[in-house]
């Protein structure tokens, strides 16, 4: 089955110890983004992948690492994270090199709750 | 900047009635608009995509224009039915910086189809 696939699906943790949250998909796709959803603010892109060993920054990067060792792997890596970054965190991936008019396919998603 | 607008109020029709579902946007000129379904929790999951040339797309029941001189794109879903209710996304390309590699969701309207 075409999935994107992440872990933890939930995660509660204190200020300052680093985490990381993986992502990987089964559909050989190209393009990787992380998103990051509020209340009252939306889906808010944090960093995206056109490929391997090719990351850039969104719109909200403050905080937040990515690589993209390997094409199906995308992970998140939260070095220091604060209360601010208490968020509910979506993967995805879609075909082609750019946020382009593929769809794109999302994860379950993972809710992260700093304290 | 960039910025896709949608009305964030929730939007409660009888079923059976059609649901319409405003999307604007100012400050650039997308060359293709993405509707999104997400239910609360879950991840967003595509649903239409309407370029600029086209001035309109229908799959089913749900009809997608896109109408450029407005800068609008309207979601529509004929004969709703309760399980058409969640949240819709408009979602186009681009970032605040622009370029075709971010991707800018807005903030969704949430349909409430009354039995």
Known sequence: ?115 | SQKIEQNSEALNIQEGKTATLTCNYTNYSPAYLQWYRQDPGRGPVFLLLIRENEKEKRKERLKVTFDTTLKQSLFHITASQPADSATYLCVSPGGNSGGYQKVTFGIGTKLQVIP
């Open chain 1, 1 to 115: 089955e075409a999935q994107v696939t992440q872990n933890p699906r939930y995660l509660i943790t204190v200020t300052g110890k680093k985490l990381t949250v993986t992502c990987s998909q089964n559909m050989n796709h190209e393009y990787m983004s992380w998103y990051r959803q509020d209340p009252g603010l939306g889906l808010r892109q944090i960093y995206y992948s056109m490929n391997v060993e090719v990351t850039d920054k969104g719109d909200v990067p403050e905080g937040y690492k990515v690589s993209r060792k390997e094409k199906r792997n995308f992970p998140l890596i939260l070095e220091s994270p604060s209360p601010n970054q208490t968020s509910l965190y979506f993967c995805a991936s879609s075909f082609g090199r750019t946020a382009s008019s593929y769809e794109q396919y999302f994860g379950p998603g993972t809710r992260l709750t700093v304290t």
